[in-house]
């Protein structure tokens, strides 16, 4: 089986593109760099041992879409491809409009073009309404609070009707609650452009003396101690359950939605001392007013992907902290 990886040179596309080549897959991997950088996909392939098929294309471009696939017999795409930062999309949401949505439009018409109807798609819990209860679970009501988390549901919504109008196509939705980590190999990780706005990331910054201190926004929630509490998941176990996912599509048509996250939850306290222990240090840190409309606690409820696609996620904090700070020690050589 041939698979196209969208966004594949990104940070979950290239820790997947690990995965399925050690389980024998070939892939192509697709992208326009807007978010990514070429120097991620060399050391891919330092990472396989072997050369990767690459496509510099913008999906957006539906010829450009068309003639990868007129070139390689693709048998399954998974999407990861689209603009994902939450502030910017509120200041520039025809952008992502656009660009999400267009592109997934085009991708789907090729696809169903060429004959080619398994598909996984990249989705995230920013589609869930916060006033659901947690844990989070799949049939629970949707209601996202930015343009990102709304072009993340209209694609399912897209998806979803496809999959009822041809009985043909096979569709798995995964929902991921928050990936941190990286590669054990610290040749791929996560590379935010600019301030990050995530906890770890930023996190790691930190810890390598880019930025001055960590900012824990509110120390007052109803948690044990105070700080937001968020499902963390290891991008290589999520990286699995995209494999997991590519297997169910051989056996199930269709869509699906699936969670993916621990199925617990880890305080912005915890992550810190988590953190300090793998870089063996103490760091920074200012406790600052709440953000406007962030939650107490988030995490997955996971039943549904440990009974179909047999998925339980294996890596905890520490490991994932470690693993981060190896990528972050390493990317201060690289210079793509």
């Given at each position: 089986?041939k698979?196209?990886?969208t966004?594949?040179?990104?940070?979950?596309?290239?820790?997947?593109?690990t995965?399925?080549?050690?389980k024998?897959?070939e892939?192509?991997?697709?992208?326009?760099?807007?978010?990514?950088?070429p120097?991620?996909?060399?050391r891919?392939e330092?990472i396989?041992?072997?050369?990767?098929a690459l496509?510099?294309?913008d999906l957006?471009?539906k010829?450009?879409?068309?003639?990868?696939f007129?070139r390689?017999?693709i048998?399954c795409v998974?999407h990861?491809?689209?603009?994902k930062?939450?502030?910017e999309s509120?200041?520039?949401?025809?952008?992502?409009?656009?660009?999400?949505?267009?592109g997934t439009l085009?991708l789907l018409?090729?696809?169903?073009?060429?004959?080619?109807?398994?598909?996984v798609?990249?989705?995230s819990?920013?589609v869930?309404d916060?006033?659901?209860?947690v844990?989070?679970m799949?049939?629970?009501?949707i209601?996202?609070?930015?343009?990102y988390?709304?072009?993340k549901?209209?694609?399912?919504q897209?998806?979803l009707?496809?999959?009822a109008s041809?009985?043909?196509?096979?569709v798995?939705?995964?929902?991921?609650f928050?990936p941190?980590?990286?590669?054990p190999?610290?040749?791929?990780?996560?590379?935010?452009?600019?301030?990050p706005?995530n906890?770890?990331?930023?996190?790691a910054k930190?810890a390598?003396?880019q930025?001055a201190?960590?900012?824990i926004?509110?120390?007052?929630y109803d948690?044990?101690?105070?700080?937001?509490?968020?499902?963390?998941?290891h991008?290589?176990?999520?990286a699995?359950?995209h494999l997991?996912a590519?297997?169910?599509l051989?056996?199930h048509?269709?869509?699906?939605?699936f969670?993916l996250?621990t199925g617990k939850?880890y305080?912005v306290k915890?992550?810190?001392?988590?953190?300090?222990?793998a870089?063996g240090?103490?760091?920074?840190?200012q406790?600052?007013?709440?953000r406007?409309?962030?939650?107490a606690t988030?995490?997955?409820n996971?039943?549904?992907?440990?009974?179909?696609?047999?998925?339980t996620?294996e890596?905890?904090?520490?490991?994932?902290?470690?693993?981060s700070?190896n990528w972050q020690?390493?990317?201060?050589?690289?210079?793509?």
């Open positions: 089986m698979i196209l990886l966004g594949g040179a990104g940070f979950i596309g290239s820790h997947t593109a995965v399925l080549i050690e024998g897959y892939i192509v991997i697709l992208d326009d760099f807007s978010n990514s950088k120097g991620a996909v060399a891919l330092q396989v041992g072997r050369e990767i496509e510099h294309v957006c471009e010829t450009a879409v068309e003639d990868v007129s390689h017999k048998d998974l990861f491809a689209g603009l930062a939450v502030g509120v200041e520039k949401p025809l952008l992502y409009y656009e660009n999400n949505l267009v085009n018409h090729v696809m169903a073009d060429m004959g080619v109807k398994k598909f798609f990249s989705s819990a920013t869930y916060s006033r659901n209860p844990p989070f799949e049939e629970h009501s209601g996202p609070v930015n343009p988390g709304w072009t549901s209209m694609i399912e897209i998806l009707d496809l999959s041809d009985p043909e196509w096979a798995t939705l995964l929902r991921y928050n941190i980590g990286a590669h190999s610290g040749l791929i990780g996560e590379d935010p452009q600019g301030i706005n906890l770890v990331p930023y996190v930190v390598a003396g930025l201190t960590i900012h926004w509110g120390d007052d948690t044990p101690d105070g700080t937001g509490v968020r499902d963390y998941i991008v290589m176990d999520l699995r359950g997991l590519v297997e169910y051989k056996t048509k269709g869509c699906k939605v969670n996250g939850g305080s915890e992550v810190i001392s988590a953190y300090e222990k870089c240090k103490s760091l920074p840190a406790i600052d007013a709440r406007a409309g962030d939650l988030v995490y997955a996971v039943d549904l992907a440990e009974k179909e696609l047999g998925f996620a890596l905890g904090i520490e490991q994932m902290c470690a693993d700070w020690k390493k990317s201060l050589v690289f210079d793509e």
